[in-house]
Each structure stands twice: as structure tokens, then as C-alpha cells.
């Protein structure tokens, strides 16, 4: 049991690359969510998913796309990428949405835009 | 206006003392869960406690307990005997119950434990 794991572990594109970030979770999880997280800003939410074939904005979406084609896994992607881009970007899934749904996290990929 | 505000950039704590770290939050949504997570410096978010705003008692998990002050909207984080591995950032997150698709995370506090 895994898990959620994201692949790549580190990035660094050059302006205007684009690429994609795969997480993938095993514990038949609905709900799953891409974050990024910058020095003083806390994590803040880019895109969700609430199941297979649906997502929706969150707070940071400008920028990002994501799918969900299957359940277990959650790719962002990153058509052009920008130099306001370099982060660090968590995937969290949970198994609903109630209040006391606590969300389980990846290790995080470590992206740097040049 | 911030859903979640933690107020302490940085805490020092002597090994083995306890430390109080704040966290006060924002909602109108009467069913809400409060939660702490741990950031060591490898980087992954470790879950360490929760509370349901219908939560009579406070949480406790192990050396963790979360002092809830319903009325003040506080859900401060304790940590007894702190340890040198406590060293880390931590932060304060709520999950609302209406519109439960999002998390609302804290800047953090970043805990370092003095020998």
C-alpha cells in the first residue's frame, strides 16, 4: 500500500516548456486534489477532483490543467510553463468530503521555471 | 479574509517543555473540522490530529492536543515534552462541511526544538 505518490520527485523547465505531473493514489480514494505551496503562502488549492472524469477549479487555477481519466490518478499540467510557477506541488486525495476527511499527501515534486 | 490565520513564523522550545502553537479561523458554516499537519524538512505533510466543531472533549493524539475555543474560533496546537524531532512546520488547516471540496491551509509555523 503506497499510498499517494507523484512522479517527478524534481523538475526544472525552461520558460515556455510544458510538462505534466502524475499522482496516483491506492486507496480507491474519490477525491483528489493539486496544490502548490510557497515560502510564506501556506499550500493553496490549483485543481480538484470529486471522481473519475470530473474536475473543477480551486483557488490558483490560471495556468494548470488537469484530468482525471481514472480514478487513481490525477495529472496537472503545465501548457507553457512561467517563472511564477516554480514551486512545489502536493497532491492530496481523500475518501469523501466530510469535515473530518482528513486529506493524505504525496511527497511533493519540486519544480524550478527558468 | 483568511480562512485560517497562524500568527507565529517561527517558535523555539527547550527539549522536553511544552509549546503552544495558535491557530484562530474563519467560517460561518456551523459544521467545520479543524486539523494540524506536520511538515518535517524532507517536505512531506504528515496528519497529526483533528477536531469537529461539534467535538464536546479536545482532541488528543499521543503528545498533540488541540485547545478548541469554539466562541473564539481558536484551535491551538500543544505539544508536550517536545522532542528534537518535533523540529518542523506546522500547519493549521479546516475543512468546511458545505462546501467540504477544499482544504484552507495556514502560512505555517516553523518549530524549532533547542537541545
Known amino acids: 500500500n503506497a499510498g499517494v505518490t507523484q512522479t517527478p520527485k524534481f523538475r526544472v523547465l525552461k520558460t515556455g516548456q510544458s510538462m505534466t505531473l502524475l499522482c496516483a493514489q491506492d486507496?480507491?480514494?474519490?477525491?483528489m486534489y493539486w496544490y502548490r505551496q510557497d515560502p510564506g503562502m501556506g499550500l493553496r488549492l490549483i485543481h480538484y477532483?470529486?471522481?473519475?472524469?470530473?474536475?473543477a477549479k480551486g483557488e490558483v487555477p490560471d495556468g494548470y490543467n488537469v484530468s482525471r481519466l481514472k480514478k487513481q490518478n490525477f495529472l496537472l499540467g503545465l501548457e507553457s510553463a512561467a517563472p511564477s510557477q516554480t514551486s512545489v506541488y502536493f497532491c492530496?486525495?481523500?475518501?469523501?468530503?466530510?469535515?473530518?476527511?482528513?486529506?493524505?499527501f504525496g511527497p511533493g515534486t519540486r519544480l524550478t521555471v527558468l | 479574509a483568511q480562512k485560517i490565520t497562524q500568527t507565529q513564523p517561527g517558535m523555539f522550545v527547550q527539549e522536553k517543555e511544552a509549546v503552544t502553537l495558535d491557530c484562530t479561523y474563519d467560517?460561518?458554516?456551523?459544521?467545520?473540522?479543524l486539523f494540524w499537519y506536520k511538515q518535517p524538512s524532507s517536505g512531506e505533510m504528515i496528519f497529526l490530529i483533528y477536531?469537529?466543531?461539534?467535538?464536546?472533549q479536545n482532541a488528543t493524539e499521543g503528545r498533540y492536543s488541540l485547545n478548541f475555543q469554539k466562541a473564539r474560533k481558536s484551535a491551538n496546537l500543544v505539544i508536550s515534552a517536545s522532542q528534537l524531532g518535533d523540529s518542523a512546520m506546522y500547519f493549521c488547516?479546516?475543512?468546511?462541511?458545505?462546501?467540504?471540496?477544499?482544504?484552507?491551509f495556514g502560512t505555517g509555523t516553523s518549530l524549532t526544538v533547542i537541545p
Open positions: 467560517t460561518s458554516d456551523p459544521s467545520y473540522g
Open positions: 486507496m480507491n480514494h474519490e477525491y
Open positions: 477532483s470529486v471522481g473519475e472524469g470530473t474536475t
Open positions: 488547516a479546516m475543512r468546511e462541511g458545505t462546501s467540504g471540496n477544499q482544504f484552507y
Open positions: 492530496a486525495s481523500s475518501q469523501y468530503r466530510r469535515p473530518k476527511d482528513t486529506q493524505y
Open positions: 477536531q469537529g466543531s461539534y467535538d464536546q
